[in-house]
């Protein structure tokens, strides 16, 4: 098991007992550790980037299909643009057979995989894939059952036979069906979804009507409360150690899908490539907006290694289609700066060049795959516009300038958005149409209905030596955010239900993760303040909370801290302690609410690994005190 579980898990255990022993228990304290808790497992350094077949075909997919879409791929020069993974979803499969327990592809659909004695094999598919310079990947379940089993029941491509050759999902068969996934048939990459764990309650109509085996629902979609969070987790886990036991090289990308539930926003890093932060997309603006806003403030948890992923993307159909080429460019362009993975879902033997424009901007593609991976802060935040800021590996900014809504919208674009100097020339350049505009402190854009301006940006830095650590989110890792027990983001756009519409009593927060870190905000989203201060810079975090930061080659770490003004719970000290290689380097007394803001400074000089710690006298049973690393930064 990762360290960071298991210095949870010790956590939970340490407070259980101390509930148990008294309600108004001290928490158990998170530790510095003087080692990176980061995962470092998997080829993930930069957004996985490729082609996915379902929002293509859906379980109507096959051989012809998706080499059709690898060859495309190559033919048109996505391929040579890193659109390498080329990726099976559901209805690859016929059955689980009996005898073995192993898988069995369904040839009719995928006929290079016949074998003369029945056993069938991808070998042969993955081998043209690696031929043509592309990677593989297949899907699977991590539950008994896969979910066009539950929402494909008209598909001709179902696994068939009895219900026990019916459970294609890897449970009760992990190591056996990762083994044949990667070692036998070669495959690179794996897709795992949860509808095993969500849709097939033992006595529901679905089960009865089509004979499956029961299991008892893990997660429940509608209720945070009534999912087994530790369980999906330790799931999860599972077939995170099976897949590092069968890859070796570390050749490989654990795409964890469970749509943002059972708390994967937080453990999601711990575990996988990458993690499904919400519900599937469709091809509309509202469920884009949905699944963009279950990723854009979740930067913190996200670096090289490992991505928030809001899905693969929708262009060329619906609300993005090529009569809605503005909206397509802005969904793009959002999954650019929120280094999602970049998976085409389009039937590319014959996409349209004004599509093949958008998936090959290589401008954009540059920002997404920049190895600082350094996911685009929300400079600016409203329900209306945004404006998202990335920094780059060479210090550069890039900014997109986003209008939610279907009217004109008029941003002003301020030199204090991109942390560069108020009094000094900032020159951008559109990643679009290449244009060039320079401005000094300010600006002001008109922008269309749902349209993104994206630019890279030139100018003189406001902390000439140094950075700030919310401009680089890329070498934080939250190996403790402080948060006791998941609480319900409402944050996130809430769309009418594509599937359920408007039958219930409304659309609810539905993910976990409200009260997470956050850059230059607190972790309930307010502005940073201590003392009556306001700090544009900073990270906002909760106390009992530990971060770490990779250094590199910087000498000094300044912040001021404190209490934030916005905290709820006025009566707990904290103390903010910083360690260097596992070394402690400065520490302040304890602070309360309404203590002025202390400045704290700590020689780094030749560490690598710097670790933030705050620690409180806080309870078990209290609301958690809201802190901040005002203004932190690292310095030359
Ligand atoms: C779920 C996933 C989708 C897709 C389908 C396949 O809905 O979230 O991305 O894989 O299952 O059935």
Redesign the pocket.
Known sequence: MHPKNSLKTRLMIACALAAFVSPLSALAEPVARGIWLGNTDGAAKTPPMGW?S??AF??EVDEAKVMGAAQALVDDGLARKGYIYVNL???WWQKRRVTDGRMIIRTRIFPSAATPDGTTSFRGFTDRLHSMGLKAGL?T?VGHN???Q???LHSPNLPEGTAGERQVGLDGHVSQDINLYFREWGFDYL?V???GLADFAPDSKLVKDNGYIGLTPEIDRASLNRTDSVKVERRYAEVAAALKQANPDNDYVFSI?N?GMANVREWGKEVGSSW?TS???TPNWSSMLHNYDSAVKRALYAGPGHWNDP??LFIGAGDFDTDHLTEARSHFTLWAMLNAPLLISYDLRKAPQSLLDIWGNADLIAVNQDPAGNQAIVAYDSDDAQILVKTLADGHKVVALFNRTASPAKLNLLASHLKLKNDAPIQLTDLWSKAGITFTGETEFELAPHETRVFSVQGARELADGVYLSEIPGVINVADDGVREPQLDPTVHRMIDPWAGTRSGGSRPQYAGWGGAQADMTPYAQALQIGGHTYDSGIGVLGNSLLQVKNEGYATFRATVGVDDSTSNRDRAVSFTVYADGKLVAKTPPLKFGDAARDISADIAGHKIIELLVTDDNVANEQPVVVTWGEARLQK
């Open positions: 996915n379902w929002n859906r379980t979803d559901d209805g899907y379940d896969a979910c066009s539950a929402y494909d897709k979804d949860a509808c899908c749509w499904r519900s599937d997309i899905d693969i």
